[in-house]
């Protein structure tokens, strides 16, 4: 059982910046972190997917470039450093994971990871 906890969380302006982090516990044998998001009355959403402790990074076209996911192994920790933040950021963020065989080369969908934190609530306002 993996445990996956969020934090860093909160109310920016837009244009600001905000830093989430994972501390995962437990079974930690996953090969695929991410993050995934649900704003209020809409479906959830892939944000950013890390592969194989780093190797690769995928992110949705709604935060490329603006979002980084990186992951620190010793640590167990799973970071989102979001930059350039936007009213549609608007948030609850969720860190999550997953054993996967094979590569999938993309951004995973919510659906696909096992385990998934309470989440983090972000805001940003106009």
């Known amino acids: 059982q993996v445990q996956l906890v969020e934090s860093g969380g909160g109310s920016v302006q837009a244009g600001g910046s905000l830093r989430l982090s994972c501390a995962a516990s437990g079974y930690t044998a996953s090969n695929y972190m991410g993050w995934f998001r649900q704003a209020p009355g809409k479906e959830r959403e892939g944000v950013a997917s890390i592969y194989s402790g780093g190797r690769s990074a995928f992110y949705a076209d709604s935060v490329k470039g603006r979002f980084t996911i990186s992951q620190d192994n010793a640590k167990n920790m799973v970071y989102l450093q979001m930059n350039s933040l936007k009213p549609e950021d608007t948030a609850m963020y969720y860190c999550?994971?997953?054993?996967?065989?094979?590569?999938?080369?993309?951004?995973?969908?919510?659906?696909?990871?096992?385990?998934w934190g309470q989440g983090t609530q972000v805001t940003v306002s106009s």
């Open positions: 999550a994971a997953t054993q996967i065989r094979g590569y999938m080369g993309r951004v995973l969908t919510p659906i696909e990871y096992a385990y």
